[in-house]
């Protein structure tokens, strides 16, 4: 199971592009990244998925270089309730146990 | 909207206590899965099935059990509550071939 690393905070301010890396040096072929929001006494929300180059949707990009060793999470113009805890995973599609790590907490101010 | 449910939503129980935690899904997922988090803290895998009749352990050790006896239902039992089982339990599912897994809106758990 591939590793994740991530800040353990972030801070922004309403209107701000943000920008969270997650390493996982040790990626493997059949792995895909996956990235979670949570909010207080809620149960995580899945995001965005890619496997490499870059993703988008309408609520974030994800950005994953070549080596797939880290990948970025891009949220255009934060808002207050972006607000959350984000979680990046890294696991294929069949049997992974979807482990979530400390996670990146979110803090938007206005 | 994620079809997965989990009964009750919040339970106060009295120690040594046996408790059922319930979670279902609509989807025909496959894959189900138990956290335990406290709040501001991480989730901890404790339980996990990857069909009918097939339940795994976690990677937090946990006094509770979990059976999968329909594919729907993937309930999780604690035998003897304890205050330090006071927690969140979280519930998801996926479906096999993919990677996003939905979340149950969770039961938050005291045992006094």
């Known amino acids: 199971l591939a590793k994740t690393t991530q800040p353990i905070s972030m801070d922004s301010y309403e209107g701000q592009e943000v920008n969270i890396t997650c390493s996982h040096n040790?990626?493997?072929?059949?792995?895909?990244i996956t990235w979670y929001q949570q909010f207080p006494s809620q149960g995580p929300r899945f995001i965005i998925q890619?496997?490499?180059t870059k993703v988008t949707n309408e609520v974030a990009s994800l950005f994953i270089p070549a080596d797939r060793k880290s990948s970025t999470l891009s949220l255009p113009r934060v808002s207050l309730s972006d607000t959350a805890v984000y979680y990046c995973?890294?696991?294929?599609?069949?049997?992974?146990?979807?482990?979530f790590g400390k996670g990146t907490m979110l803090l938007v101010s206005p | 909207e994620a079809d997965i449910y989990q009964t009750p939503r919040y339970l106060v129980i009295g120690t040594g206590k046996k408790i059922t935690l319930e979670c279902s899904q609509t989807m025909g997922h496959d894959k189900m899965y138990w956290y335990q988090q406290d709040p501001g803290m991480e989730l901890h895998l404790i339980h996990y099935?990857?069909?009918?009749?097939?339940?795994e352990k976690g990677d937090l050790s946990s006094e509770s059990t979990v059976s999968r006896i329909r594919t729907e239902h993937f309930p999780l039992t604690l035998e003897s509550a304890r205050p330090s089982h006071t927690s969140q339990y979280l519930c998801?599912?996926?479906?096999?071939?993919?990677?996003?897994?939905?979340f149950g809106q969770g039961t938050r758990l005291t045992v006094v």
């Open positions: 998801a599912s996926r479906s096999g071939d993919r990677t996003e897994a939905f």
């Open positions: 040790n990626i493997a072929t059949n792995d895909y």
């Open positions: 890619g496997y490499k």
């Open positions: 995973l890294v696991g294929d599609r069949g049997y992974s146990t979807l482990t």
């Open positions: 099935s990857y069909g009918v009749n097939s339940t």
